[in-house]
């Protein structure tokens, strides 16, 4: 049974950095796609970025390209995503989940979830 842990998050101050993690078990994850989201109260799951778990390549959300970076250790079956210059507008509980679909931005791809962690950006 695959099961997905965020930890990390936290309570930072504007311009400040957080790194997420999510410890993934439960399975084989070299060719899944470990995606990033987060959602703010009131507002629509976001994907924020994403990584093949077998190559190491990422992509990620035009709202947070060049502040955020998604990496991944195979040995310890974790994902990272660290997130710097942090805003207000970041604010959001943050998921990491797995699909079996390269490449895909939207969550009903995505098969598995975290239960969140919540970051919170003060200004």
């Known amino acids: 049974q695959v099961q997905l842990v965020e930890s990390g998050g936290g309570l930072v101050q504007a311009g400040g950095s957080l790194r997420l993690s999510c410890a993934a078990s439960?399975?084989?994850?070299?060719?899944?796609?470990m995606g990033w989201f987060r959602q703010a109260p009131g507002k629509e799951r976001e994907f924020v970025g994403a990584i093949t778990w077998g190559s190491g390549s990422t992509t990620y959300a035009n709202s947070v390209k060049g502040r955020v970076a998604i990496s991944r250790d195979n040995a310890k079956n974790m994902v990272y995503l660290q997130m710097n210059s942090l805003k207000p507008e970041d604010t959001a509980v943050y998921y990491c989940a797995v699909s079996s679909t390269h490449g895909v931005t939207t969550p009903t791809y995505y098969d598995y979830w975290g239960q969140g962690t919540q970051v919170t950006v003060s200004s």
């Open positions: 439960g399975r084989t994850f070299a060719r899944y796609y």
